[in-house]
Nanobody, 123 residues
Framework: VQLQASGGGLVQAGGSLTVSCAVS????????MGWFRQAPGKEREFVAS????????FYTDSVKGRFTISRDNDENTVYLQMNNLKPEDTAIYYC?????????????????WGQGTQVTVSS
């Protein structure tokens, strides 16, 4: 399985950006997909995830109300819409996928990873 992330870029604080992740094949009905991010000098952290079976979503506290994760199962694509962006959102954003449900917040429970896309928010 290959994941291809795209849509990153430079945006001013308060602006919006949508990143997407295309998956090379349809995942199982029990799959989960997620977004993680890593800022310079920091560890990779969980941002959001979505389960395939009932589209349940999870978010880290710092992005709740600003970010929305969604998936298009027909297109094998997951999206992360980011609104009201802040400078502290600046990071490389990675999409991840797993054929099976697990700890949605843990990078270790995702088997497949995309290459990352840079999101930079200027103040």
């Amino acid at each position: 399985v290959q994941l291809q992330a795209s849509g990153g870029g430079l945006v001013q604080a308060g602006g919006s950006l949508t990143v997407s992740c295309a998956v090379s094949r349809r995942l199982s009905t029990g799959s989960m997909m997620g977004w993680f991010r890593q800022a310079p000098g920091k560890e990779r952290e969980f941002v959001a995830s979505i389960l395939s079976s009932h589209s349940r979503t999870f978010y880290t506290d710092s992005v709740k109300g600003r970010f929305t994760i969604s998936r298009d199962n027909d297109e094998n694509t997951v999206y992360l819409q980011m609104n009201n962006l802040k400078p502290e959102d600046t990071a490389i954003y990675y999409c991840a996928a797993s054929d099976y449900p697990g700890r949605y917040f843990s990078p270790r429970d995702y088997r497949y990873w995309g290459q990352g896309t840079q999101v930079t928010v200027s103040s």
